[in-house]
């Protein structure tokens, strides 16, 4: 089992920058691949960025590449994204969420494919 807490958000003007976290519990954080999502009133959760196991392999949606970083740090169990160059299309509950990888450096960006999620954290950008 794992759980997944997520923290900073919050309301920030167009342009400023966050940065989520997203703790974990349990002792085998570095075999999950983590991912970040979103999801925005009336829309689907969407898939953000995403990071594998080990490795820093990395990878985003087109609408926040050059914008967003996502990095982990497996001895603290926790995982980040940085947000910079915030846009009110960016507006929307950010979920962390983990997928079982064993020693795969594989990244899904499907929302179905992971195992744990986090309750999410409020990110609103004002114009």
């Known amino acids: 089992q794992v759980q997944l807490v997520e923290s900073g958000g919050g309301l920030v003007q167009a342009g400023g920058s966050l940065r989520l976290s997203c703790a974990a519990s349990?002792?085998?954080?570095?075999?999950?691949?983590m991912g970040w999502f979103r999801q925005a009133p009336g829309k689907e959760r969407e898939f953000a960025a995403g990071?594998?196991?080990?490795?820093?392999?990395?990878y985003y949606t087109d609408s926040v590449k050059g914008r967003f970083t996502i990095s982990r740090d497996n001895a603290k169990n926790t995982v980040y994204l940085e947000m910079n160059g915030l846009k009110p299309e960016d507006t929307a509950v950010y979920y962390c969420?983990?997928?079982?990888?064993?020693?795969?450096?594989?990244?899904?960006?499907?929302?179905?494919?992971?195992?744990?999620w986090g309750q999410g954290t409020q990110v609103t950008v004002s114009s």
């Open positions: 969420a983990a997928d079982y990888r064993g020693l795969s450096v594989q990244i899904t960006t499907t929302p179905g494919e992971y195992d744990y």
């Open positions: 349990g002792r085998t954080f570095s075999m999950y691949a």
């Open positions: 990071i594998s196991t080990v490795g820093g392999r990395t």
